[in-house]
T-cell receptor
Framework: DGGITQSPKYLFRKEGQNVTLSCEQNLNHDAMYWYRQDPGQGLRLIYYSQIVNDFQKGDIAEGYSVSREKKESFPLTVTSAQKNPTAFYLC?????????????FGDGTRLSIL | DAKTTQPNSMESNEEEPVHLPCNHSTISGTDYIHWYRQLPSQGPEYVIHGLTSNVNNRMASLAIAEDRKSSTLILHRATLRDAAVYYCILRDVPNTDKLIFGTGTRLQVFP
């Protein structure tokens, strides 16, 4: 079945460590997104990408980095510069960035600090 | 970005219709109204969207006020699987690159 796969489901980070969250889609979508969700809150956009080898910062990009070397993959690295990384991270994709196409979401990665 | 206002929570009994309201008094002419829902520990799921006319799909109906300052998501017969947080989002289609999520309405469904 087509969809978005995020891994791992749970991730623990030590102080000063970088960690990478995986996001893969087989929907042939051009656009991909990373969101962060804190308890009881809505989603906030971290980064998004319209095409391969191109990406833009969202509202809360500080302390995060991304790459888009392949259409189907959009990994997110949470760096040691992100001082409050504990959150639920969600990856999404859509046919295009602008337009009315709905965004399709993965089931998320929950990141905690050891 | 235009904002939406939703009640924090609502309750319903199974098999009954549910009307989830959303106020968006500052909506602009190019804003589409989108609804997503999120089940516990899952990513959001697209439900429906519209511009001016009422819309129906297999999941729900969207009723949009004539002045577009409010809208209502209608679940015709609530089931236990409809218990989720429902987000009403305005999307400026020609100009924006993102969805802006508020805190949504938590719907509880009782058997």
């Amino acid at each position: 079945d087509g969809g978005i796969t995020q891994s791992p489901k749970y991730l623990f980070r030590k102080e000063g460590q970088n960690v990478t969250l995986s996001c893969e889609q087989n929907l042939n979508h051009d656009a991909m997104y990373w969101y962060r969700q804190d308890p009881g809150q809505g989603l906030r956009l971290i980064y998004y990408s319209q095409i391969v080898n191109d990406f833009q910062k969202g509202d809360i990009a500080e302390g995060y980095s991304v790459s888009r070397e392949k259409k189907e993959s959009f990994p997110l690295t949470v760096t040691s510069a992100q001082k409050n990384p504990t959150a639920f991270y969600l990856c999404a994709s859509s046919m295009r960035v602008r337009g009315n196409q709905p965004q399709h979401f993965g089931d998320g990665t929950r990141l905690s600090i050891l | 970005d235009a904002k939406t206002t939703q009640p924090n929570s609502m309750e319903s009994n199974e098999e009954e219709p549910v009307h989830l309201p959303c106020n968006h008094s500052t909506i602009s002419g190019t804003d589409y109204i989108h609804w997503y829902r999120q089940l516990p520990s899952q990513g959001p799921e697209y439900v429906i969207h519209g511009l001016t006319s009422n819309v129906n799909n297999r999941m729900a109906s969207l009723a949009i006020a004539e002045d577009r300052k409010s809208s209502t998501l209608i679940l015709h017969r609530a089931t236990l699987r409809d218990a989720a947080v429902y987000y009403c989002i305005l999307r400026d289609v020609p100009n924006t690159d993102k969805l802006i999520f508020g805190t949504g309405t938590r719907l509880q469904v009782f058997p």
